[in-house]
């Protein structure tokens, strides 16, 4: 076997040159890819370093910022979504104008806003009807919607207390706290806001504000009124894209 796979055996011998093995050269073909590929390559990381760097140095104009977004949308014939600090902070300046800052609570949540507003200045026990007073408030916030809230998903939510109804045109507290919510829609909807934007909807006693387990005289009345209550939310909306269908021809 050494005389087979060595160059020689021991004694010196030569081993014949059919057993002899040479190497042949591997062949590098160029065919001019891996330059160019090269060279885009490091042209890009220059680009996108040239690009940090003036990033970094930068100091942005917010408002010049929302102006382009505003006609970037109108242009793509899209809808423009105004930032909802702007909102929060018109609705709080109306509230405290109208001195009701205490009955109607705003809340900056992940998803948008939430004014929640106690039945006490917007529907008695058992009524569907908005009061003067109510519609007054409504039709401001309306306005304020009209302006800073387009393209924004508004949802209007009825609540009612524990205390059930059951009458010819509330047959439950479901029929009641939907009929309050549609009260407000269609305010909304008369003001101008687009259709599309408005949801309404009927949450009956399911979510109380205030758990009246336990509660007696002024204490459970005060719970009650408070579970008695219009909660608006306002959220981005998320426009799904439909794909292009492919037909075959047969």
Not at 91 to 107: C, G, H, K
Not at 118 to 133: I, K, P, V
Not at 171 to 187: D, H
């Amino acid at each position: 076997m050494g005389s087979i796979l060595g160059g020689n055996n021991k004694k010196g011998e030569n081993i014949p040159k059919r057993y002899e093995f040479k190497s042949s050269p591997v062949e590098v073909h160029d065919d001019g890819e891996g330059n160019w590929l090269v060279s885009y390559a490091d042209m890009m990381t220059l680009l996108w370093g040239f690009f940090v760097i003036i990033t970094i140095f930068s100091t942005p104009d917010a408002s010049k910022f929302e102006k382009l977004k505003e006609h970037t949308s109108q242009a793509m014939g899209g809808t423009y979504q105004r930032p909802l600090n702007e909102l929060t902070e018109e609705l709080e300046q109306v509230f405290a104008e109208m001195n009701i800052n205490q009955d109607i609570r705003i809340e900056n949540l992940i998803d948008g806003i939430k004014l929640t507003a106690s039945s006490t200045r917007f529907f008695a026990s058992g009524d569907a009807s908005l009061s003067t007073e109510s519609k007054s408030i409504l039709e401001n916030i309306g306005k304020i919607f009209q302006d800073r809230a387009q393209g924004y998903k508004i949802i209007i939510e009825g609540h009612t207390d524990d205390v059930p109804i059951n009458t010819k045109e509330f047959p439950s507290n479901w029929e009641l706290s939907l009929r309050r919510s549609s009260e407000v829609v269609r305010l909304f909807e008369n003001m101008g806001i687009p259709h599309a934007d408005l949801r309404p909807v009927g949450l009956s006693d399911i979510e109380p504000m205030k758990e009246i387990s336990g509660l007696s005289g002024d204490k459970l009345r005060d719970a009650r009124a408070q579970n008695r209550r219009i909660v608006i939310r306002i959220q981005k909306q998320i426009k799904a894209i439909k794909a292009p269908v492919k037909t075959e021809k047969i």
